[in-house]
């Protein structure tokens, strides 16, 4: 028996009703059996976990651009070539971009759609490597280009990570330290000693 898609998205709007119906969109929804950080397995199982965060973490303004990236963002993993090849145009969030961009004009949905694992991707060079400089470099790196969406793009990360089979510590780390280079930027940073990991966003 197949997954009712609109059952479980609710499309509020015409967009949100015409991606849901897109025949690329539904095969992705398909996609997925479960794996390492996604125990729920199908696309559309996270995409109604991150909806569900989405209604606790955003606000009016913030609501419908979540949504429409909560739906889009991993929705095309399956169109990936396996074994997955080191380019950038192979990537799910780049291919979702591509897929995105035939009905969103809006940049910072685009760039949040395609950039949305650039911070755990930044991360996991502690993870795997130890790599401290490293994953700043490349987080910071992340921040600049977000500039003034990078608070969307953490309350999306916020969503995206708060499922039953994530971790909250990348999420953490680059909260803390998208919050000092803020600070530093500032010039408030030097007189100021870091916060704890949990004190950002809450």
Not at 109 to 115: A, K, P, T
Not at 129 to 140: D, L, S, T, V, W
Request: contains cysteine; glycine residues 2%; proline residues 4%.
């Amino acid at each position: 028996m197949l997954i009712s898609i609109e059952n479980i998205i609710k499309p509020e709007n015409p967009l949100e009703y015409e991606i849901s119906r897109n025949e690329d969109f539904i095969k992705g929804c398909y996609w997925g059996v479960p794996r390492s950080g996604h125990d729920e397995g199908k696309v559309i199982y996270h995409i109604r976990d991150v909806l569900r965060n989405v209604e606790k973490y955003s606000s009016s303004q913030t609501r419908v651009d979540l949504r429409l990236i909560a739906m889009i963002h991993d929705t095309f993993k399956y169109k990936q070539t396996r074994p997955i090849l080191p380019s950038r145009e192979n990537h799910h969030a780049v291919i979702a971009r591509r897929f995105a961009e035939q009905f969103i004009t809006n940049p910072q949905i685009l760039e949040i759609i395609e950039l949305h694992d650039e911070a755990y991707n930044s991360w996991q060079n502690i993870e795997f490597k130890g790599n401290h400089q490293k994953a700043e470099e490349r987080a910071k790196k992340l921040i600049d280009r977000l500039g003034n969406n990078l608070d969307l793009y953490l309350t999306f990360y916020k969503c995206d990570n708060k499922t039953s089979s994530k971790s909250p510590v990348n999420y953490n780390w680059f909260s803390l330290l998208a919050q000092n280079v803020l600070a530093s930027r500032n010039n408030d940073f030097s007189n100021q000693n870091p916060l704890p990991l949990h004190t950002f966003i809450s």
